[in-house]
């Protein structure tokens, strides 16, 4: 690839990546409470939208946290590698990928997709790969038409105060760009909102040239190193968000909270009515404030004002009921019950226990059923995935043959489903008697590699212990003795 098919493919991932943006921010401002008023009228918009246009109900936070708290990645396993996977897990923690993943899991429920970048060594000499967890505003893929599992590109772009970047990672080398960005609105705000801003247009790129380095990069990796976390991905189709469905209804939700606070202001101040009288007129002055005329009062701003004119002599009135609130909480309360049964969390995480009080904790646990499989599943989708984060970290370490090893590798997750200390310590131990060995319940137990080598130590030690292994023959001898 010459730079001129270089920056033609830029701009063809760039426009990709330009057109998904939209739709990113939407999931993650509702995802953070950021909701517009959607479904009013016009005109009641125009009348109360401006005093509930900060107001919302956020009920897709809770959707990702619930599945999101459920995913951990706690360790890898490699056949026959001795001490390759320990290796590779080495270089997860190294680079703090525990907490990175934590967040790219949450990005990639909310947003559909999160994107994990190895790279080379890094600059302090050590034998260490530079691993990052990347934005889906920020990343995109380029794969094979006839084969998607393929790479054939990858593009990474962010900005700073001044200019906007953008670096191609093909298989063999590295293609670095630059130009101008449009300025902040605010420089008062965060450096992530301030990130969000760039230019509308795909061209304009020029060559970023770095000292001491060639213009194109060689790929030292050999490889794309750019691989894509996605939730639930679907043949022939974009992967999903777990909150896209959620959006509508939380929209309705929003509005029917906004229903019920107008309601309930006209509720608590008394409406009067004013008999035998026509409606007053407001006097219309002049520059020097002479009276000149009069006019009367809108019926809007009698509206507000919570009066009734009624003229004639023969008028009169009647009562009404006042309005009746639990009407809106009801269809509330069954919207949020929906987005339970669609999003399957579990109801008594979403509608305070109610109608779920006095269950046992079987059925709390039947109730999870679906949240853990939701869990579950995404486990399913990020093994592949993750497999070929540890085959690019092999590389970038580079060594080859822990590189194809790892193709093979067990990808280890926390159980997703959460019991009580007490049930998890009579599972292990009827796992125990049935005979399964002690690392292995170290693994259900959830206990990442790191400690469970740590704990298998100490059980050596404590079986080499001199004075317990006195301990333990003077036991075996007393109990011998009083057999006999």
């Known amino acids: 690839m010459d730079a001129i098919a270089a920056l033609q493919m830029v701009n063809r991932i760039y426009t990709r990546l330009s057109a998904r943006r939209p739709d990113i921010d939407e999931r993650e401002r509702y995802f953070g409470g950021e909701h517009t008023l959607q479904f009013a009228t016009e005109e009641w918009r125009k009348a109360n939208g401006a005093r509930y246009k900060d107001f919302s109900d956020n009920w897709c936070r809770p959707v990702i946290e619930a599945e999101a708290e459920r995913l951990e990645h706690t360790g890898i396993k490699i056949a026959g590698a001795d001490g390759g996977a320990k290796q590779l897990w080495n270089q997860w923690l190294l680079n703090e990928l525990p907490s990175a993943s934590s967040q790219g899991f949450v990005s990639s429920l909310t947003s559909s997709r999160s994107f994990v970048l190895v790279w080379g060594k890094s600059s302090n000499g050590d034998d260490e790969a530079l691993v990052t967890w990347e934005h889906p505003s920020n990343v995109e893929i380029e794969y094979d038409w006839a084969n998607p599992r393929r790479r054939v590109a990858a593009l990474k772009t962010w900005v700073d105060d001044a200019l906007e970047y953008a670096t191609l990672y093909e298989p063999d080398a590295v293609w670095k760009w630059e130009r101008s960005r449009q ?282 212990d001199p004075q317990i292994v006195a301990a333990t023959r003077e036991l075996s001898n007393l109990a011998g003795a009083g057999g006999q």
């Open 183 to 464: 300025q902040p609105q605010n420089l008062r705000e965060s450096q992530a909102k301030q990130a969000r801003e760039r230019m509308a247009t795909d061209g304009g790129w020029v060559a970023r040239e770095v000292d001491g380095e060639t213009w194109p990069l060689p790929n030292p990796i050999g490889d794309v190193p750019i691989v894509e976390i996605p939730n639930r991905p679907l043949l022939a189709a974009d992967p999903v968000s777990e909150i896209q469905g959620v959006i509508p209804m939380q929209n309705a939700i929003n509005l029917l909270w906004a229903y019920l606070f107008l309601a309930a202001d006209y509720a608590s101040m008394p409406a009067r009515v004013v008999l035998h009288q026509g409606p007053p007129k407001q006097p219309i002055l002049d520059k020097n404030g002479q009276k000149i005329g009069e006019k009367p009062v809108t019926m809007q701003e009698l509206s507000e004002k919570r009066l009734m004119y009624l003229s004639g002599d023969n008028t009169t009135i009647d009562s009404w009921e006042a309005a009746k609130l639990d009407v809106f909480t009801g269809v509330i309360e069954q919207s949020v019950g929906h987005i339970a049964a669609q999003t399957r969390t579990p109801p008594h995480y979403l509608v305070s226990n109610k109608g779920l009080s006095n269950l046992s904790g079987d059925a709390l646990e039947a109730a999870e059923g679906g949240l853990v499989n939701k869990a579950t599943e995404f486990q399913r989708y990020a093994a592949p995935s993750l497999r070929e984060v540890y085959r690019l970290i092999a590389l970038a370490i580079d060594d080859k043959a822990l590189a194809q090893q790892a193709r093979l590798a067990t990808i280890v997750w926390r159980n997703p489903g959460i019991r009580s200390e007490a049930q998890l310590a009579d599972a292990l131990l009827k796992k125990k008697q049935m005979g399964y060995p002690l690392e292995y319940l170290m693994e259900i137990d959830g206990l990442d590699p790191v400690d469970i080598e740590r704990v298998m130590a100490m059980v050596e030690e404590e079986r080499t």
